[in-house]
């Protein structure tokens, strides 16, 4: 080999190991200061034109009047997803949206591979860039976080699971992000990434990234410790959500309904909730025997429960749920009040509500559906939340009718999100149910009852047992 040749190509290896790069003495230029990345409220919005997962959201012909909206509205974090033949988006968005709003901390949203890519980040305005766990190994990513470093740039560390967790401890990024979405099925997992936040363990703001589209949902992870959301299509397509989520970034805390809730979660056995609770010997000895959850019917029903009576179980060791009906709109001012004094976690939607009740509600909720036939099972996705709650249909009651679910139903609301279950479960039928469904979450009420609104302490027991039967 001739020493060009040799030159030339011992240069194609640096390039390859360590990018292009200025060499120290040259400090890179750029004409827009950096902005610190994470100021409050820490609410990213992303100018983001399509996805491989929701095909094209919108044109954003122009995306410096996109990025006007958020800063209009008070955002200071915006994402510009730069990558073109999956996003539809360029590098010179994010040029144009810098020099045109200089105070916004502007994150670069794509998929860097190398040194040169960070560098070229920085000198096009970026102030904070997207290092994808998932994407790069363990020396290149930490190669990757220290030049931005050194670079001054603010990093999102990316993660999805537990295993790029493990890859990123050792150099404790400052700034994670946790993405609700895997990359490769495309599917939101809402409650992901509260139980893989519990595997971070120093010192770092984390950041709730996709899947966010109400009110509602962005309370999740403010009231269970993220620092942040990211959020792209639903600004995009509706930039007024902004001052709803604004809003729910100043819930703070880690008491949020979900996240406690899966903190009681065991590997390979349902999460059990034990509904129409009217007194307090059934609530204590279903709690004594392993409920997760205690439904309280706060409707027209055998079982009502008093609200006075509800009051005085906030000791119980359980989450407690209010079941109302509603055709539309809040539940009853009674109800509203033992949310607001934290006698009860959370609300169960059984009636004819729309998914638009649930957007707005200030409290942590979910849907249960009737599922009358497999088309309805369609029904599922119009609803916001991590869950929904699939119950038998019966023309005259809304609920606790003992009747039991289809199994072709159940398994295709499987596929849609983790079977949260209810209808007819019983001492009899259950572990059978969960070793064919595996649901995630079973809910039982008539079938447990000595009469209308008391249980038969025998048949509980019963139903603990089998549950643990079915799970082996
Ligand atoms: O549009 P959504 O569901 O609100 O998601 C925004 C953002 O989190 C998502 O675009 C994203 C998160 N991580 C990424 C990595 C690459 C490309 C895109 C992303």
């Known amino acids: 080999m001739n020493i060009l040749n040799k030159i030339a190509s011992i240069r194609r290896e640096t390039i390859k190991r360590e990018g292009y790069t200025l060499g120290s003495a040259v400090p890179p230029e750029r004409d827009v200061p950096l902005q610190k990345f994470g100021q409050n409220p820490f609410v990213i919005c992303e100018i983001k034109r399509r996805s491989p997962s929701k095909g094209k959201i919108s044109e954003i012909a122009d995306p410096v009047k996109q990025a006007g909206l958020y800063f209009g509205k008070g955002i200071r974090n915006i994402s510009v997803l730069t990558e073109e033949d999956h996003f539809g988006g360029t590098l010179d968005d994010l040029i144009a949206v810098k020099r045109a709003y200089p105070e916004a901390a502007v994150l670069r949203k794509d998929f860097l591979l190398e040194k040169e890519d960070v560098l070229v980040s920085y000198r096009a305005g970026a102030d904070a860039v997207l290092l994808i766990a998932a994407l790069l190994d363990k020396e290149k990513i930490e190669e990757l976080y220290h030049y931005a470093v050194s670079l001054g740039l603010a990093v999102l560390v990316e993660v999805h699971n537990r295993e790029e967790v493990d890859k990123v401890r050792s150099f404790r990024p400052k700034i994670m992000g946790i993405n609700s979405r895997n990359l490769k099925t495309f599917r939101i997992d809402q409650i992901l990434p509260i139980e893989l936040k519990k595997h971070i363990d120093w010192e770092t703001q984390v950041v709730y990234e996709s899947g966010i589209s109400s009110f509602n949902e962005a309370i999740i992870p403010f009231e269970s410790g993220f620092a942040g959301i990211l959020v792209g299509e639903s600004v995009v397509r509706d930039p007024d959500l902004i001052d709803d989520l604004i809003q729910a970034a100043e819930r703070k805390g880690e008491g949020n309904f979900w996240n406690r809730l899966y903190s009681r979660k065991r590997q390979g056995r349902p999460l059990v909730k034990i509904c129409g609770i009217t007194n307090r010997e059934d609530g204590e000895a279903a709690v004594g025997m392993g409920a997760d959850i205690l439904g309280?019917?706060?409707?027209?029903?055998?079982?009502?429960?008093?609200?006075?009576?509800?009051?005085?179980?906030?000791?119980?060791?359980?989450?407690?749920?209010?079941?109302?009906?509603?055709?539309?709109?809040?539940?009853?001012?009674?109800?509203?009040?033992?949310?607001?004094?934290?006698?009860?976690?959370?609300?169960?939607?059984?009636?004819?509500?729309?998914?638009?009740?649930?957007?707005?509600?200030?409290?942590?909720?979910?849907?249960?559906?009737?599922?009358?036939?497999?088309?309805?099972?369609?029904?599922?996705?119009?609803?916001?939340?991590?869950?929904?709650?699939?119950?038998?249909?019966?023309?005259?009651?809304?609920?606790?009718?003992?009747?039991?679910?289809?199994?072709?139903?159940?398994?295709?609301?499987?596929?849609?999100?983790?079977?949260?279950?209810?209808?007819?479960?019983?001492?009899?039928?259950?572990?059978?149910?969960?070793?064919?469904?595996?649901?995630?979450?079973?809910?039982?009420?008539?079938?447990?009852?000595?009469?209308?609104?008391?249980?038969?302490?025998?048949?509980?027991?019963?139903?603990?047992?089998?549950?643990?039967?079915?799970?082996?």
């Open 296 to 472: 309280f019917v706060l409707a027209e029903s055998p079982r009502r429960a008093d609200p006075s009576f509800i009051r005085t179980v906030k000791d119980l060791d359980v989450l407690k749920v209010a079941v109302v009906v509603t055709g539309e709109g809040e539940p009853d001012r009674e109800v509203m009040e033992l949310l607001e004094k934290g006698y009860l976690d959370a609300v169960q939607f059984h009636g004819n509500e729309n998914p638009g009740d649930l957007r707005s509600f200030s409290y942590p909720c979910f849907k249960a559906l009737r599922l009358r036939d497999r088309g309805d099972v369609q029904e599922i996705d119009r609803f916001p939340g991590p869950r929904v709650l699939v119950d038998a249909w019966s023309d005259k009651e809304y609920g606790g009718t003992g009747k039991r679910l289809d199994g072709e139903i159940v398994t295709e609301a499987s596929q849609v999100r983790p079977l949260w279950m209810a209808g007819g479960l019983s001492p009899e039928n259950i572990s059978g149910i969960i070793s064919e469904f595996r649901p995630e979450l079973i809910d039982a009420s008539s079938r447990l009852e000595a009469e209308k609104g008391r249980k038969d302490h025998g048949k509980m027991k019963e139903f603990f047992r089998e549950i643990d039967n079915g799970c082996v």
